[in-house]
């Protein structure tokens, strides 16, 4: 199914070459639960940015949206970065072989990266904000009521959860349990301790009284 060029809730899912090779990327690498979550994730974002006036480059948001995801795959997941990190380079790479200025190669790479930064993201450019609203709805809820039950089960017609609750922590896990020490500093620290019997998440204080400065 064509998903590229619908409207849905009042959004038109962006149809040009590099959103529709985008999504096939997606569709190959990503499983069901990724490919639903991620278009979820837009259409969240997309509204959220309509809700609030905001000007923001629709096309980016897509392919960053299609992308934010991809670095907890075997295709683009790396032995030593965060999982965020593995996702916009390969947004990135992508990107280069379009017509995009430098400009908004790092806009989407920022957009991907800070995808799992709150405190963070909803300061930087509307494309980076809107990603990371988009993605803490899907997730955790956060901003549910801010959209009315109709339009909730519009999307979710389309693109249905598979049980998202139960899961999504294991498709993050698999996504990095073989580089947990990647999580430092991140939310996804939290899935290691869940998922990682005895795990012992770094702790900033023990590294700076244990650092190497003598006094």
Known sequence: MKVTGKIIAGIKIPDSAMATQSTELLREHGSELLYNHTLRVFLFAALNGQQNNLTYNAELLYVS???????L???YRSDDKRFEVDGANAARDFLRGYDVSPQSLQLVWDTVALHTSPGIAEYK??????????AALDVIGKGYDQLSDSIREEIVRQFPRNGLKKNMINTFFEGFKHK?????????SDICACMIP???KPDYCDLILHSPWPE
């Open 198 to 200: 005895g795990y012992q």
């Open 73 to 75: 795959t075997p295709h």
């Open 125 to 134: 450019e509307p494309e980076v904000a809107l990603l990371n609203y988009g």
């Open 65 to 71: 949206t299609m992308f934010h995801d991809l670095g």
């Open 180 to 188: 947990p020490h990647t999580t430092y500093g991140s939310i996804n």
